[in-house]
């Protein structure tokens, strides 16, 4: 019973007081989107990337901006950063992470194309294949990758 009243109190609340208290309430994240993308050959895209925390290389991705959803998220990150479109864009995994506080959802993808040039933000981008992957590649993007062919990415047209 106490909890019916509490309900009903919070639903006659005015809508902004409510957003406001979920708002202060609640932990925030920044959300990103990020693709495992395939060729025609088997290889994995991967960018190096002049921002990103890490030196190195990692799986190509971005932040979502406000409203957007995440694979336009990653198809307008694709366009921006290597000039690349992309096809058959599937769900592979979220996750979650506390430093930085950030929600990351990840897709497999093919490339239609090749990447035909780099923002200011990519200093390099390469195809690679599986048993090439680079040595400072992360060992969480490692291991999705591997997911990634495992759970049956497609290379052929």
């Known amino acids: ?12 609340v005015p809508k902004s007081l409510r957003r406001w208290t979920i708002r202060v309430s609640q932990s925030h994240f ?3 989107a ?3 993308i395939t060729d025609n050959e088997g290889r994995v895209l991967l960018l190096k990337h ?3 925390p890490s030196p190195g290389w990692g799986i190509p991705g971005g932040f979502i901006e406000k ?10 990150e694709l366009r921006e950063e290597v ?17 930085p506080k950030q929600i990351e ?31 400072d590649l992360p060992k969480d993007q490692v ?3 591997k997911r990634a062919f495992t759970d049956g990415v497609t290379t052929n047209d």
């Open 1 to 12: 019973m106490l909890h019916d009243l509490l309900g009903a109190i919070w639903r006659g």
């Open 143 to 145: 291991e999705l990758i």
């Open 67 to 76: 409203g957007e959803q995440p694979e336009d998220a990653l198809r307008r």
């Open 105 to 135: 959802i990840l897709f497999t993808a093919r490339a239609i194309d090749d990447t035909e040039r780099l923002s200011f933000e990519i200093q390099k981008a390469a195809w690679f294949s599986l048993d090439e992957l680079p040595p």
């Open 83 to 99: 000039e690349l479109e992309v096809k058959d864009v599937k769900l592979l995994a979220t996750r979650a992470f506390n430093e």
């Open 50 to 52: 002049r921002f990103r």
């Open 34 to 36: 990020g693709a495992i």
């Open 30 to 32: 920044a959300v990103s």
